[in-house]
């Protein structure tokens, strides 16, 4: 959808342009050109006169929690199974629902302080009953809570036409960001900061944090450095270049392949990987 004059002008600023399109169930997601990040959505794609919805993408800078509708884009969730505990929800058994989402933002909004750049940020929902997470569902509302930050990433306010190009793992266990030349990846491990058994490394965590929502990671990075007093920070690693980077995508958790001006190039990640670049001719 890179034609934008069939968006109602009203809901862009004058630096934004229609750029991307993804459809998720009943509901369709619109992309702005220099961030791979939902900015608008139509929550029914069958009726082509219902509203485009501006999202809210500004990110508070507190430590507490923040409730928001779902926020970028989701990464791997978890579900906490009939929690049985007097002090929740009156004793009766409880099931919990969190999520790892990536978002990225550059929004500010005035008289309020704001995050800009990459966060993992956790989403917590309790369903009225048993049911798991949904990955693509936009939902309403969730309550939020930093729980990592991505180093390394370029200025947002000076980014090329191309903006920057996204792709993550199907584990979620990397996550890929190229801006003109340059490529970085990020590794982590959903689990850490969703699991609390996997997270705590069989450390005691808070009592009745069923949420996870107290140090989310902390323990299993123990040897990163914490960003600020609320979230892990992690490191990337950067790639060779291969020149300017129109796409990115990974087939598999140990190969990166992507779409450069000198053609396809291909990173590979795994055990017997070296650091050193190959260049070959398709016929």
């Known amino acids: 959808m890179e034609d934008s ?74 579900h906490h199974h009939r929690i049985c505990d007097k002090r929740l929800n009156d004793g009766e058994p409880t099931c919990i629902n969190t999520v790892l989402q990536l978002m990225i933002s550059r929004t500010e909004s005035f008289g309020v302080f704001s995050r800009i750049g990459a966060y993992l940020i956790k989403g917590i929902h309790f369903p009225s009953y048993c049911k798991p997470f949904d990955l693509n569902k936009d939902y309403h509302t969730l309550t ?59 450390a005691e965590g808070v009592p009745g944090d069923y949420c996870y929502i107290q140090g989310p990671g902390w323990q299993f990075y123990s040897a990163n450095r914490i960003w600020g007093k609320d979230c892990v920070l992690l490191e990337p690693v950067e790639l060779v270049s291969a020149g300017v980077v129109y796409g990115l995508e990974f087939r598999g958790e140990d190969e990166l392949w992507g779409t450069t001006e000198m053609g396809l190039c291909r990173w590979g990640f795994g055990v017997k990987a070296q650091g050193r670049r190959e260049e070959g001719l398709l016929e």
């Open 5 to 78: 004059e069939y968006i109602d002008p009203s809901i862009q600023r004058s630096e934004e342009r229609i750029a991307g399109i993804t459809i998720h169930g009943k509901h369709a997601h619109l992309y702005p050109a220099l961030l791979p990040i939902p900015q608008w959505t139509i929550r029914r794609i069958s009726n082509l006169r219902d509203r485009i919805e501006r999202r809210d993408t500004h990110l508070p800078d507190q430590i507490d929690e923040f409730q928001k509708q779902s926020l970028g884009k989701a990464l791997a969730h978890y």
């Open 144 to 202: 939020h809570v930093y729980v990592a930050g991505l180093a390394g990433l370029p200025d947002l306010y000076d980014l090329s036409s191309l903006g920057l190009r996204l792709a993550i793992s199907p584990g979620a266990n990397r996550i890929a960001i190229a801006s003109w030349r340059t490529v970085k990846v990020w590794a982590l491990d959903p689990k850490a900061f969703l699991n609390p058994e996997y997270g705590l490394r069989k």
